[in-house]
């Protein structure tokens, strides 16, 4: 379930919301290769909030073997984003990372893939998700309910904003010379260049130096490794869509939303 992107319109107008899919491979087109029918997959995909779902053979890849589908299914657009963030803000071993909105799907991937690049990761989130970031071994936590985090979080080495309206306040955040890599809008050109720092807005059109079929080859390998995990807060049935994505609305949720179509849904 995601709140931030809006549904494609097919070519009858009509239009499916949801970009997350996992399951069994159903059938293929021809000159496929990469994948086999009934094979287990998670891919980008139009259309997502469906029992079928159609999209290029190149960005579909076989899911991770310790990986529920509900698991596969969250990796995606929330794993794509925290991947890019830290692509972008060119985040290496020792380095000191500030992640704003750190307990969502996107931030809590990007506080575990920084933690695999060896990056010490300052998790910036309200007060009742502390246990949550703890267990992805974030190596600080500021609850932003609790304190005044401009006073808790300076001369990091890059910041990782998820979160609508907090890129501005993220710049006073990391040093000079530093990167700040926003998936929530943008921060201010004239502010990033008054603090010396090179600031990445990462949108639908944003193009990394990694494709999104490798990104995504990245994450399953990282997982396979024991190193990124999708929590799954709560698994609906895909009618109750709609609720669900009210649900999604509050911007607290911890973690991913996902919905079931099958009740296979929870197996490996």
Known sequence: VDRKRQAVPGPDGAAIPGFDVAGVVDS??????????????????????????????DGVVPKPKSFTFEQAAGIPVA??????????????????????????????AAVEIAKARGAKVVAIGHSSQEAFLKSLKADEFVAYDRSNVAERVRDVD?????VDG??????????????LASIAGP?????????????IQIGPTYRGPTSEPDTLRALAKLADEGKYTVRVTKSVPLAEAASAQQANLTGETVGKLVLAVDERAKQR
């Open 28 to 57: 293929l087109g021809a000159g496929v290769t990469n994948v086999k029918v009934g094979e287990p997959v998670f891919a980008r995909a139009n259309g997502g909030y469906a029992q079928y779902a159609v999209t290029d053979a």
């Open 79 to 108: 794993g794509m984003a925290g991947y890019r963030a830290v692509e972008a803000a060119q985040v290496k071993a020792g380095q000191r990372v500030a992640i704003i909105g750190a307990a969502g799907g996107a931030g809590s």
């Open 158 to 162: 890059a910041v990782l904003n998820m």
């Open 166 to 179: 907090q890129a501005d306040p993220g710049v006073k955040y990391a040093k000079r010379g530093g990167h």
């Open 187 to 199: 921060a201010s050109q004239e502010a990033c260049a008054a603090a010396g720092l090179t600031c």
